[in-house]
């Protein structure tokens, strides 16, 4: 049962229907209570400040922390990636989680990324991590759909993957799964995805 | 960052997906959700569903979000038509889109744009455009229903609101005789967030695409398979 954080913000609708896609079994969650022990999702489209706040006063911001210190599966969409890092610089300059150590800062210039980039991640290069389902399909490669407006930077984690722009497209660190993009608007690629994650 | 091939969907206040010509007539495409999955499975690039707002009458737009937001697709998807102070707290609760495209508020409504800003991002924000030119540049207002003059102020505004620009050539809508560039003239924004339609040839998407445009987004063209959207890419 995939735990979707649902604090009254986010694209909870979006990730149901790409779970839905793939016959995966979900939940939202919005108190600690409530969360299993499988996958956490994070999803994106809200600011980092509002978002944090709310985390904060359900209590979820803690719980994540301390679900992900042992070892269970977080996966963060867009927002839900960048405040997995340490701070962000949105919303006047916010408190994350900072499970991922790093920050986040709005791209050169407040420009935007809008669009569709390439992507390409092989399964065999992350053998040894035990949260990537062992399937036949071993590359999920093809294009991935961003919007966003602030970038993440990373201190250090096992895999990360930059695009051409210098804009961090995805990174795995052991049990955090962190995508900039939006997988469940990334049509086909999006769902293999899903595939090899969950 | 690629060159975007979008599909412009409009829907009536029955949920019908609807095709329009010349920003005038209209001809019902089908059902909301078949058309969505025929251009889901197109691949399109990102799908803008419009709800064609004209005047100040309730376009029903509350419903039909709501209607939308209960199909499953994996293509971008930007909503527009009838966002308004009333509904923007209840559509942005639980986003199953990625961005807004605005054209009233674009003249009578800063308020609007801000709040949707703040909940949504500027990257989320499109200003919708369908123009004319006559002598000069019209621009349509939709509470109006008139396509006026505008002043140079304008595009200060738009650059600071909206992240892109959607540019319909109102007389080309709906046909294949060609997207007026004559507009460029008269546009005063950044090039690489301009997105056009109406009237979009195979030339004229080519020609966009040389211009360093951010994309396009054809009509009804690309739903019945007349332009494949993979041989466009």
Redesign the interface.
């Known amino acids: 049962m995939v735990n979707i954080i649902d604090v009254g913000l986010g694209n909870v609708r979006s990730i149901e229907h790409w779970l839905d896609r793939s016959n995966l079994f979900y939940k939202r969650v919005s108190e600690v209570t409530s969360i299993t022990e499988d996958v956490i999702i994070i999803p994106g489209v809200a600011s980092a400040g509002e978002y944090m706040y709310r985390l904060k006063k359900t209590g979820l911001d803690k719980e994540i922390i301390e679900r992900s210190s042992w070892g269970q599966k977080i996966i963060g969409i867009c927002l839900g990636f960048q405040i997995l890092t340490d701070y962000s610089e949105e919303d006047g300059g916010t408190k994350c989680l900072g499970i991922l150590k790093g920050s986040t800062k709005y791209i050169d210039e407040h420009k935007t990324h809008n669009g569709w980039d390439a992507f390409h991640l092989d399964a065999r290069k992350l053998s040894e991590n035990l949260h990537v389902k062992k399937k036949r399909k071993k590359i999920v490669s093809g294009r991935v759909y961003f919007n966003h407006e602030l970038r993440v930077e990373l201190e250090c984690t096992s895999h990360v993957s930059q695009l051409d722009n210098g804009i961090t497209s995805f990174a795995i660190q052991d049990n955090i799964f962190g995508f900039q993009f939006h997988p469940e608007k990334s049509q086909k690629t999006g769902q293999e995805l899903l595939e090899l994650i969950i | 960052?690629?060159f975007?091939i979008g599909t412009t969907l409009l829907i009536d206040s029955n949920g019908n997906g609807i095709q329009s010509y010349g920003f005038n007539k209209k001809r019902i495409l089908g059902d909301l959700q078949k058309v969505l999955k025929f251009l889901?499975a197109y691949?399109v690039?990102e799908i803008h569903a419009i709800v064609p707002f004209k005047g100040k009458g309730d376009s029903g737009s509350s419903k039909i979000f709501s209607h939308l937001?209960e199909i499953?697709?994996?293509?971008?998807?930007s909503i527009g038509g009838g966002i308004t102070e009333r509904n923007i707290g209840k559509i942005t609760?639980?986003?199953?889109f990625?961005?807004c495209i605005f054209n009233s508020a674009i003249f009578d409504n800063p308020e609007l744009l801000q709040k949707t800003k703040?909940?949504?991002?500027?990257?989320?924000m499109v200003a919708s455009i369908p123009f004319i030119i006559d002598d000069n540049l019209k621009i349509y207002y939709s509470k109006t229903n008139i396509f006026q003059a505008i002043k140079d102020e304008l595009w200060k505004d738009l650059e600071s609101n909206f992240?892109?620009v959607l540019l319909l050539d109102a007389n080309a809508e709906g046909g294949k005789n060609g997207f007026n560039f004559q507009v460029f003239k008269h546009i005063k924004f950044p090039i690489d967030r301009i997105l056009i339609s109406g009237g979009l040839t195979k030339g004229d998407i080519n020609k966009a695409k040389k211009m360093g445009l951010?994309?396009v987004s054809i009509d009804n063209f690309s739903l019945h398979s007349e332009y494949s959207i993979e041989a466009l890419r």
């Open positions: 960052m690629s975007r889901d691949e690039d937001s499953s697709i994996s293509t971008p998807l609760k639980d986003p199953f990625e961005r703040s909940i949504m991002g500027h990257q989320s992240n892109e951010a994309g």
